[in-house]
């Protein structure tokens, strides 16, 4: 069992700076590490990254397919089931981000249907599958819609 008489420093967290360039009984000495001739031994070098010595670099060499839109909106997704294990009766995003649901400054919540609901829920949220909103309303509760100015139930 680990206490403060017997705490250790893990491996390799005490070792001393590699001192390079003091003489030749160090190791270290001559060239100081960075070998003979090239690119790499000579003082202001600096490649970018990725480079490979003047062959075509991987990233160049793979093909690039599809598109990324920088505009998406990400929505954290939750399912019924999770819903239904944390046992409230009304789920806002603050709750949802107290029991770490929701990570983030401000997420986007969105509901979806995998799940069954025994109770009655209100539930806050940015939006809502079908599937997710029949079922909370057939357990007898709520889905919010949360948007723009104003919440509006969701019918």
Do not use: C, W
Not at 38 to 58: A, D, I, N, T, V
């Amino acid at each position: 069992m680990k206490n403060l008489s017997n705490l250790r420093a893990p491996k390799k967290a005490n070792r001393n700076k590699k001192r390079i360039g003091r003489g030749m009984g160090s190791g270290t000495g001559k060239t100081s590490g960075r070998g003979h001739k090239g690119q790499g031994s000579r003082s202001g070098s600096s490649l970018m990254r990725g480079f490979e010595g003047g062959q075509m670099p991987l990233h160049r060499r793979l093909p690039k397919r599809g598109f990324t839109n920088i505009f998406r909106t990400e929505y954290t997704v939750v399912n019924l089931d999770r819903l239904a294990e944390l046992g409230e009766k009304e789920l806002t995003l603050e709750t949802l981000a107290a029991k770490g649901l929701l990570k983030g400054r401000n997420p986007l919540l969105k509901v979806l249907g995998n799940g069954e609901l025994k109770v009655a829920v209100t539930v806050h949220a940015h939006k809502f599958s079908k599937a997710a909103q029949e079922k909370i309303e057939k357990a007898g509760g709520k889905a919010i819609l949360i948007g723009g100015t104003s919440e509006k139930a969701v019918s």
